[in-house]
């Protein structure tokens, strides 16, 4: 149909980002996920599912997982500065404890003004025993904002248009699924 938008592929070449990976660098099977620290259903996925996949599958070097932004800034007005402030975080080499704060406390932090969320933003790097007067002056002169962006244009080039977005070695699966879809799309790829 004319006029109709293009379905995406069936799979897509979706590079491992910048952040540092989880589990074997050398997997067979990459789950590159996209998603938004203000999202509540990336946080449903990072509480829910997560961990289940983490034990099976992350810590056991059966797949690497590669986490990328895509703040959906239209609707969280918060979630570009809270990508921001994890990269902030993985400047100190903390990534992965600090994408788990942020998740962990969305609930106190998304609702608050931004000069209150940045504060805690800088409370949870304290908490992380990250250098916070190094953290707050990343945070403060966007430096990591250029990063950000680089992953909503893979993001975008991509087809993702919600959070969470996952490929499964380039296999796109939307949205907070539970973790039996998901697994059968990586026991799938393991075959």
Request: glycine share 6%; aromatic share 12%; with cysteine.
């Amino acid at each position: 149909q004319p006029g109709e938008p293009t379905p995406p592929p069936a799979k897509v070449d979706v590079s491992d980002g910048h952040l540092p990976p989880l589990g074997d660098p050398n997997a067979k099977v990459t789950i590159v996920e996209f998603s938004d620290f203000q999202c509540p259903f990336c946080e449903q996925f990072e509480n829910n599912t997560y961990p289940q996949l983490y034990d099976e599958y992350i810590k056991t070097n059966k797949i690497k997982f590669v986490f990328r932004h895509y703040p959906l800034v239209g609707i969280h007005s918060l979630a570009r500065k809270a990508a921001e402030a994890s990269e902030c975080a993985n400047d100190q080499g903390k990534f992965w404890d600090y994408h788990k704060a942020l998740f962990k406390n969305q609930s106190a932090w998304s609702p608050l003004p931004l000069a209150d969320a940045l504060d805690s933003f800088t409370s949870y790097a304290s908490e992380l025993g990250l250098d916070t007067t190094t953290f707050r002056s990343c945070l403060d002169t966007d430096q990591f904002a250029q990063k950000v962006q680089e992953d909503i244009a893979a993001g975008d080039k991509a087809y993702v248009n919600g959070t969470p977005t996952f490929f499964i070695n380039g296999k796109r699966l939307v949205g907070a699924r539970p973790i039996d879809q998901i697994k059968q799309l990586i026991d799938q790829e393991l075959k």
